[in-house]
Each structure stands twice: as C-alpha cells, then as structure tokens.
C-alpha cells in the first residue's frame, strides 16, 4: 500500500559525473512517468513508460539523458556528463492507466556543482 | 504544442476566504488534472476532470472543454491549504503539460 518512493532523496555530485536515480511505483501500476522541474516553474515531462517500453521519450532534453524499466516496475533515470544545468528535483509519478490520476512521489533534489 | 495558462500567478487569502484559480488551455484535451504542491515539495493529485464538475469536501473544481478551461475553487480556506496549484493536461497522447502554477498563501 506504499506510494510511490524514489532514492535518492538529495543528489550533490561534480559536473562531468554519472548519476542514477531510481523510482518505485505504486504496486500495480504499468505507467511511469518521469518529469524534471526547476525552482519556481511547474514540472517538466521527461518520459513516459507503459510496462517496461518508454511510450514517448519526446521530453529528454538531450542524448546524455536515458531511462529504463527493464521489468516494468521500478526504474532508473540516468544522466551522463551532467551540468550544472541538470540542477532540479527529478519527479516520479505512476497510474494505473496511463491516462489517468497521476500520484508523485517526493523527488530526487540534484545539484550538480 | 499545446499552452497552458494559469491565474492568478500569486494570490494571498485571509484564513476563511474563499478563492477561485482559473486554468487555460490552447487546444482540445484529453485529460486535465488539478494538483496541490505543498510547502515540502510534495505534489498531490487534487482532481481528475476532464469534463464536469466534481466536488472534494472545500475544494471543487469544474472544466468547460468546449470553452478551453478549469476552474478550481478553494472554500473557507485554511493555512494548510498554502502552496503551489497546478493544471495539467494531456492531448490524449502520454506528455502532460503542467501550467507554470498559482501560489497561494493563506495568512493566519
């Protein structure tokens, strides 16, 4: 019956390294969607997967930037060579649908110095 | 691609007031979705409302999809209602479109 949790909860590394971030949806749910959002403006759709294929990648800012979810449930946001603009908490949400309620989980807070 | 608007952009409520955040959208939608950010971050799903009105203890919201919005109404507002109010809506595609949001503060 948990929501939806996402590790870490704050990320500090050095500009040029490798991060992951990983999402566990609600149980059950086949829809994931990751967003990224900056301070002070309203989140920012990344990718959107249904089952373990991502449905549309079309919010990926940039080939440094990857996700999977190889067995349809918990996934990995990855990011390459990261600057100091990837800086933003990194959301997680899931449904059971797809296109329905959405349910967010606390986000990953990335600085990258 | 599709435009979401919101407002006002900042509103400041006495406790008990009551307030109501306007949502506008550019093109036809699939989906349309009110959340409640709160001061930790956290994101709430408040509505799923295409089309209608539904109604959540204080909160109610109604959308006119023939007309291109939402509406979100806040009654008898308390200090925990503070935060961020976002639309979001979808074209019947899978990317959700937030709106750049509606912060409300709600003084003692």
């Known amino acids: 019956g948990a929501g939806v949790s996402q590790t870490p909860s704050n990320k500090v590394t050095e500009k040029g390294k490798y991060v992951e971030l990983r999402c566990d949806p609600i149980s059950g749910h086949t829809a994931l969607y990751w967003y990224r959002q900056s301070l002070g403006q309203g989140p920012e759709f990344l990718i959107y997967f249904q089952g373990t294929g991502a449905a549309d990648d079309s919010g990926l800012p940039n080939d440094r930037f990857f996700a999977v979810r190889p067995e349809g449930s918990v996934s990995t946001l990855k990011i390459q060579r990261t600057e100091r603009g990837d800086s933003a908490v990194y959301l997680c949400?899931?449904?059971?649908?797809?296109?329905?309620?959405?349910?967010f989980g606390p986000g990953t807070r990335l600085l990258v110095l | 691609g599709i435009q979401v608007e919101q407002s006002p952009p900042d509103l400041i409520l006495q406790e008990g007031a009551n307030s109501t955040l306007r949502c506008n959208f550019s093109?036809?939608?699939?989906?349309l979705q009110w959340f409640h950010q709160n001061p930790w971050g956290q994101l709430i799903n408040l509505f799923y409302i295409p089309s209608g009105t539904k109604q959540n203890g204080r909160l109610s919201a109604t959308t006119v999809a023939t007309e291109r919005y939402s509406l979100l109404y806040i009654s008898s507002s308390q200090t925990t209602d503070s935060g961020v109010y976002f639309c979001a809506v979808d074209t019947g595609g899978f990317k959700t479109i937030f709106g750049a949001g509606t912060r409300l503060f709600v003084k003692a």
């Open positions: 093109d036809s939608v699939n989906n």
């Open positions: 949400a899931s449904s059971s649908l797809g296109q329905e309620t959405q349910y």
